[in-house]
Structure formats: structure tokens, C-alpha cells
């Protein structure tokens, strides 16, 4: 029980899980979905440079 001095703990826990949702949403649904994307085009970018110096994978061709 509170008395007159303290905060309702209540509406302070209602308060926090309701950021905390939000936060949630925000990184779920916004921040991750741009992070995954630029990780796999960083990598697909890393892999079409290093093909691009180093010539395709596979075994060399033979010289007739």
C-alpha cells in the first residue's frame, strides 16, 4: 500500500511496460529489419568485389 508521499507503483509499472513495448515494436519492426538487409548486402557486396579481383569460384579453367 502507498501512502500520500509515494508513487503508485502501479501506473509507474504501467508506464515502463508500455515503453518497454514501444522499444520493442521500434526495434522488431523497425531498426532489425534494415539491419539484416544491410548485412546481407554488405556481404553480397563483399563477395561480387572479391570475385571481381580474384576471378570466379571453381577450378581454373585448362588451357587448350
Given at each position: 500500500?502507498?501512502?500520500p508521499g509515494e508513487p503508485d507503483?502501479?501506473?509507474a509499472d504501467r508506464r515502463?511496460?508500455?515503453t518497454e513495448f514501444l522499444a520493442?515494436?521500434?526495434l522488431a519492426f523497425?531498426?532489425?529489419?534494415f539491419v539484416a538487409v544491410?548485412?546481407?548486402g554488405?556481404?553480397?557486396f563483399a563477395v561480387w568485389m572479391l570475385q571481381?579481383?580474384?576471378g570466379p569460384p571453381g577450378p581454373p579453367s585448362a588451357l587448350h
Open positions: 500500500m502507498t501512502g507503483t502501479s501506473t515502463r511496460w508500455r520493442f515494436l521500434v523497425g531498426v532489425w529489419p544491410a548485412v546481407v554488405a556481404f553480397g571481381l579481383v580474384f
